[in-house]
């Protein structure tokens, strides 16, 4: 049996978890919710086991996501023979539009990755999620490969990644970054038990908007749409086409950048 959970939009962000066994569902719980006015979450706790008892599966799954911020984790255990599978995808999507300037420009996202993942059993490899950040036209997928350690060293990877793209003054462009693992393990030792463990977290700590000639745009204004995106790990180019109506019409929340430099923190969710 499997305990499954669909995605939740909130504000333009979504988060999925899931987890599978071979063997009966024998107890757990989920939940699928808004934490607070601007987080959405879900979390899976699920006992897997036959008959017996004896051959059992557990999954811990949980995913977070808010517009400029995405975490997820798992665990994974199995005593004797079972299998299990578990995963997260956690993303944020919505359209930008920037003002204060005329023709086109360069538009710099900075984001702060972070991953961590462990194996208990040899050869301690560590399952390392992945990143997808969409901008207009241009997707980055930076990867964080978690290197194999002894188990309770926990390998740890940090990193600060950029995605630059060009924009026109005025004209709505996507806008979304997520963080997704997905993982399937199968036990058949008939007294051994197995376990894996992993976490991602993504931020979007600032941007910086430059004009044609590569000069910080000073006045420019980012505002945001307020309306969901495509899903970031389902690429779809042409989609923005179809909002550009709805996107002309709607009424943008404005965030103004402080001093004479347009970069900052990610806009705020009201």
Known sequence: MAAVLGGLPLQAATVTTFSSSD???????????QTSATVASCSITADFADPTQRNTAHAEVGSAAQF?????????GMDRSANASGGYAAYFSDYLTI?????SGTFISHYALTSEGEEDRFPFFAFSPSYRMVQGSVTAE??????????????HLEASIDVTSTFEFGTPFWFGAGTQLDLSAINTGSSVSWSSTSS????LTGYSVLDAQGQIAGGAQVTRSFIEGPNVFIPEPATWMLWLPLLLAA?????RASGSAAHG?????R
């Open 23 to 33: 063997r009966l569902l024998d107890s757990g719980s989920t939940y699928c919710m």
């Open 68 to 76: 400029g911020a995405v975490s997820g984790s798992l665990f994974l």
């Open 99 to 103: 003002a204060g300037g005329a023709g």
């Open 142 to 155: 930076p990867i964080l490969l978690l290197p194999p350690g002894a188990f309770g060293a926990m390998p």
């Open 200 to 203: 991602s977290k993504l931020v």
């Open 251 to 255: 009424v943008f929340i404005r965030f």
């Open 265 to 269: 923190p990610p806009p705020a969710i």
